[in-house]
């Protein structure tokens, strides 16, 4: 299986570096692997989705009536 580091990650899903080593420290990269310091993300892993953003704006529509 072939492996991409978090700087890979972010570059190929458009989110910084820190929201990788996030999502791969919750457990929402499947196949995730720590190598020492480095996380090792499988090439084939998608982006896990980002629930907080449907809340936030859940919540400031309920703010604005």
């Given at each position: 299986m072939e492996y991409m580091t978090t700087k890979e990650a972010a570059v190929k899903w458009g989110i910084t570096n820190r929201m990788v080593l996030y999502y791969c420290t919750t457990g929402r990269i499947d196949g995730a692997s720590k190598m020492g310091n480095t996380w090792l993300l499988p090439k084939a892993a998608e982006?896990?989705?980002?629930?907080?953003?449907?809340?936030?704006?859940?919540?400031?529509?309920n703010t604005s009536k």
């Open positions: 982006k896990p989705v980002d629930r907080r953003t449907l809340r936030g704006n859940a919540k400031n529509e």
